[in-house]
């Protein structure tokens, strides 16, 4: 594990929050469409080429997902899907935001790098301060997890560490390097969920040793998930630190928050598996947004 950023930041980050204060905070989410949503290439242990997408079916999972949100009084944004790029339905990939400063992504697998320009532009023309591409491969909010004032940050098969010193020094927050050792779980965002500004729930055996010790020290009292939860991506969740979005099939993890005090919002989005992919995947955080016409008012 590496830490980047001062220490006393990363400790008063944890542990502030009580139990029982459970409250809704409204969040802005950018999403992409499954326009062209498809599987025809492999580049993580769930994909198969043979697997026929049923894309009314995933148009349908992914509007009930929008409409879930704004039914819980969140903001969707929404960026146009491109022909060619059957896998940009999974935005949140495709960078990081906090204080409205967004960093860009850098794909390792040749099939999505396009993608990362077109979410950067869109970065560009809608007010996001000191949008800029990274230098190092860094798949967006797939491996970049927002707790607080930290940033916890996956690596072990897509995102290079030496990405994670490019984002504390971008962001201006402290980044806490975890290493991912099982290829079924290949973002941080499959392994690991953030429930608010000081909980989360994982899975440790997706973790090498050490990050296990580190998520055990900064997060002593997580929600520890089950295998059955996470074959159906049960922690590629988003929550506003109340309502929990998670995949329908997840009822034990379901069970888990409701104990804890949250207020877990069942969505199929079983479709999506076909990729790897799931509700995070496809919900961009966009912490800190303003418009350009809400930035002189």
Request: aromatic share 8%; proline share 6%; with cysteine.
């Amino acid at each position: 594990m590496v830490s980047i950023g001062p220490e006393s930041a990363l400790e008063d980050a944890v542990g502030t929050v009580p139990r029982a204060d459970r409250r809704a905070h409204p969040r802005t989410y950018l999403m992409c469409p499954p326009t062209y949503f498809d599987v025809v290439y492999t580049i993580n242990d769930w994909m198969s080429p043979g697997d026929r997408v049923d894309r009314p079916r995933a148009l349908s999972q992914w509007a009930t997902l929008v409409d879930t949100y704004r039914a819980l009084g969140h903001q969707v944004l929404v960026i146009d899907a491109v022909e060619g790029l059957p896998d940009m339905v999974f935005v949140t990939d495709s960078g990081v935001v906090v204080d409205g400063v967004a960093l860009g992504a850098r794909y390792r697998c040749v099939q999505r790098r396009a993608e990362a320009g077109y979410v950067l532009q869109w970065f560009r023309e809608n007010g996001l301060l000191r949008p800029r591409s990274p230098r190092y491969v860094n798949e967006g909010e797939g491996d970049f997890l927002v707790v607080g004032d930290v940033i916890l940050a996956g690596t072990g098969f897509r995102s290079d560490p030496r990405s994670h010193a490019e984002a504390a020094a971008h962001l201006g927050r402290p980044v806490v390097t975890l290493t991912l050792v099982n290829p079924h779980y290949y973002h941080l965002n499959t392994a690991l969920g953030v429930l608010d500004d000081s909980t989360i729930a994982y899975l440790p055996a997706a973790f090498a040793p050490e990050s296990r010790l580190v998520l055990r020290r900064m997060f002593p009292d997580a929600v520890i998930a089950e295998h059955s939860d996470t074959q159906w991506l049960g922690l590629n969740l988003v929550s506003d630190g109340l309502h929990v979005v998670l995949p329908a099939q997840a009822t034990r993890l379901a069970g888990q928050l409701a104990a804890r005090g949250y207020h877990p919002v069942p969505v199929d989005y079983s479709e999506y598996l076909k990729a790897g992919g799931g509700i995070k995947c496809s919900t961009m955080e966009l912490r800190g947004f303003r418009r350009f016409s809400e930035m002189g008012s």
